[in-house]
């Protein structure tokens, strides 16, 4: 499978911009990029999701470079709700459903 | 939509007692999943269904463990005889089919094994 490699821990401020990076250098072309985020004690939520191009919805934007090795995830103005651990996951597009393995990702910090 | 319901929220048994947890997936989604969280391993997949019948359960750690999804609504993961490393948060999430590919997670059982 392939793997994605992500920061441990950022810290931004609140209400500015927050950009996460992923690294997954060794994707397939058939890949999606998906992000999840789990907030303190509660189960993981879905963020976004992309294959090629650059996708944005109600909660965040999701930036592919065009080799598609790396994405990020921004977050246009940081909230003390968004503190979190981000996942950057990727996930075969197979009619079983996707299977997702997720790693360490990113713990986002938010200062007042 | 009340969401991924699971069922218990906390539990704490002795080692050798079975356990079983309960997940009702959100009505329509034909996909559900079983995940464990610990702190040295991170999430992990146990097992996914499809339409009620297990796909992979390859992310089961051994014998010990054993899902079952009767109906749309229902599934359980049990866990006999368990013991402390069993200790983690288990989650369940689940799906719609076609090409929605967001998963939706419940709140999750924290087990902990004495």
């Known amino acids: 499978d392939a793997k994605t490699t992500q920061p441990n821990s950022m810290e931004s401020n609140e209400e500015e911009p927050v950009h996460l990076p992923c690294n997954h250098s060794t994707i397939s072309g058939t890949d999606y990029i998906h992000w999840y985020r789990q907030l303190p004690s509660q189960g993981p939520e879905y963020v976004i999701h992309g294959l090629t191009s650059n996708v944005n919805n109600r909660m965040a934007s999701l930036a592919i470079a065009e080799d598609r090795k790396s994405s990020t995830l921004i977050l246009h103005r940081a909230t003390l709700r968004d503190a979190a651990v981000y996942y950057c996951i990727l996930s075969a597009d197979n009619n079983a459903g996707n299977m997702l393995t997720f790693g360490g990702g990113t713990r986002l910090m938010v200062k007042p | 939509d009340a969401g991924v319901i699971q069922s218990p929220r906390h539990e704490v048994t002795e080692m050798g007692q079975e356990v079983t947890l309960r997940c009702k997936p959100i009505?329509?989604?034909?996909?559900l999943f079983w995940y464990r969280q610990t702190m040295m391993r991170g999430l992990e997949l146990l097992i996914y269904?499809?339409?009620?019948?297990?796909?992979?359960d390859s992310g089961m750690p051994e014998d010990r463990f054993s899902a079952k999804m009767p109906n749309a609504s229902f599934s359980t993961l049990k866990i006999q005889p368990s013991e402390p490393r069993d200790s983690a948060v288990y989650f369940c999430?689940?799906?719609?089919?076609?090409?929605?590919?967001?998963?939706?997670f419940g709140p999750g059982t924290r087990l902990t094994v004495t």
């Open positions: 999430a689940s799906r719609t089919g076609g090409q929605t590919y967001e998963q939706y």
């Open positions: 009505s329509g989604h034909n996909s």
């Open positions: 269904f499809n339409n009620n019948v297990p796909i992979d």
